[in-house]
């Protein structure tokens, strides 16, 4: 068979690697987030340091396959058997984790998001998802930190640039210890970028360049 009759199948086989390079993995707990204290702790000027956690038998748990390597976060131990109690802060966020990329128009986040009690989801500061305040064993809905009580977080991006997504976290309940009034973020989804036209006509161009010129030799 000559170079030229596979040309289609190469192209369709680089454009399926291109778009699989370009899909990016946002999950809680990787080292690529950073977080700011909010005025519970102090202020954004009091250093903050993530931390993962240990999850409550009652939480989405960080073992379930699904959540791709995500795992409980925090400011501090504060989860079961953990030495912090987070500040009983009401409607006041304790802290913000962010995190930060580069997007392009048309490229899509699809993202999943638990916390306890609850949180806040922005992008650039345009609100995405607000907390719920409601109590039940964290937040009585979305956002909660039991399995079904996730947001799911579906955008489009309308415009190319650098990226801050936001999570403001805040701690409702009042137990005095973290084994009964844990507190943690956790969060796991993806980045995927639409190939652009004009790279893969690039590669789809240079290939049956290619192949002409096999075939004239």
Known sequence: M???????????LMFGIYSQA????????????????????????VGCTITTIDDHPLWKQNSDADLNGAT???????????????PLAGTTSIFTVIESFDANIGDTLDL???????AGVFINDISLFSPNFTQNICANGTIGCEPDE?????YT?????????SFDVYQVGTGTNPD?????LLYTGTLTSVPEPSII?????????????????
């Open 2 to 12: 000559k170079l030229i009759t596979k040309i289609p199948a190469i192209v369709y």
């Open 22 to 45: 370009l899909a990016i993995t946002i999950i809680s707990g990787d080292g690529t987030e950073t977080c700011i204290s909010g005025d519970p702790l102090g202020g954004s000027a």
């Open 150 to 154: 996730f947001a799911n977080i579906s």
């Open 180 to 184: 009964v009034n844990p507190f943690g």
């Open 157 to 165: 991006f309308d415009s190319s640039g650098p990226y801050a997504l």
């Open 112 to 118: 999943n998001v638990w916390a306890d009690d609850t």
């Open 201 to 217: 006509l690039l590669l789809g161009s240079g290939l049956v360049l290619i192949g002409f010129v096999r075939r004239k030799g």
């Open 72 to 86: 409980w976060i925090s400011y501090a131990n504060t989860g079961v058997d953990g030495d912090t109690l987070a």
